[in-house]
């Protein structure tokens, strides 16, 4: 039996906790953490990129940007400093707005932006009442010939405007429309109709069918479901389509050059017909100030209404 101890002995002796491993060999078998030479190479990696971004946002605000913070500097400069090429109006004076809003040499720079107004509003009125149940038709009911209809209004859009010119001013001559306002906001309609069946269809396709239908089973029509469902839930693409369609009537000029008056004229048309104070001279800082008067407004709504722009342009990107 004494013989046979010593063999226990080293059994026990050989299960005993691996507390008497070395340490080296413990630090060998843990996991390394990860190394300051690797985590500082990275983050300069990520400001490498960051700088990126930001450099590449300046130069698109600078490119977008320019043209306009030029327009507004020449408009505070004076007549005889119009070609000046400094940064910053010198010789700074309000007597550019004073004769843009004048009615002296036949201008009505005021009654043009109320002509714009009037078109732009009921363009965008009739387009998106209209596109709204286009739009619908398209998302929610299937019927024959869908994907034709649709690629027939989005091939619509492509056609060039300048194509269009004589056959509308021949058709409208023939009916005594030309300098009234339905000449303008006719095609302007057709403008912007497919930009508003595109927008909304998209959108109400990726609401969910199961609304419309609890709606349904409670009693209400299909017409009282797209009411009181549909167009609420709609609401942020219908504001940023609205917004949109007004923009491109705004700034509508070549239809507008052909098929309007003086009593009809807009804003895009009555600056570029701005008449100076003698024949032979050009008045670009009037003209610069006519300009900033009418864009001003715009860039004013954007940046008030631009949380509600991005939501109606990503709503329905993303399915849940």
Do not use: C
Request: hydrophobic letters at 50%.
């Amino acid at each position: 039996m004494g013989r046979h101890s010593k063999p226990d002995e080293l059994d026990d002796h050989a299960v005993t906790p691996t507390s008497s491993v070395p340490t080296a060999v413990a630090e060998r078998v843990a996991p390394p953490s990860e190394p300051e030479a690797v985590a500082k190479p990275r983050r300069r990696t990520d400001r490498g990129k960051m700088a990126r971004t930001y450099l590449g946002v300046a130069i698109i605000l600078i490119w977008g940007l320019a043209p306009f913070y030029w327009m507004v500097v020449t408009a505070f400069r004076q007549v005889d400093h119009t070609f000046d090429t400094t940064p910053w109006p010198t010789y700074v004076t309000l007597d550019n707005f004073r004769a843009a809003l004048s009615t002296d040499k036949g201008n009505d720079f005021l009654g043009a932006i109320v002509n714009s107004l009037i078109i732009g509003v009921v363009t965008t009125a009739v387009g998106l009442l209209l596109g709204v149940f286009a739009s619908y038709a398209l998302a929610r009911i299937e019927f024959r010939g869908k994907y034709i209809v649709t690629g027939i209004i989005l091939g619509a859009s492509m056609f060039p405007t300048v194509a269009l010119m004589t056959p509308l001013f021949q058709l409208f001559g023939d009916f005594g429309w030309i300098g009234q306002y339905q000449a303008l906001i006719i095609p302007n309609i057709s403008f912007v109709l497919p930009l508003t069946i595109y927008t909304l269809t998209s959108f109400l396709s990726d609401l969910p069918w199961e609304l419309e239908e609890a709606a349904r089973i409670d009693g209400a029509t299909r017409f009282q479901a797209f009411r009181l469902v549909i167009l609420p839930l709609a609401a942020p693409a219908l504001f940023t389509t609205a917004i949109l369609a007004f923009i491109a009537t705004w700034n509508e000029f070549m239809l507008a050059s052909l098929l309007s008056t003086e009593k009809t004229e807009p804003v895009t048309v009555a600056i570029a017909r701005f008449a100076g104070a003698n024949s032979w001279e050009q008045p670009y800082a009037a003209i610069m100030a006519a300009g900033t008067i009418v864009t001003i407004p715009l860039v004013i709504m954007v940046l008030v209404f631009q949380r509600r722009i991005v939501s109606g342009l990503t709503a329905g990107g993303v399915k849940s």
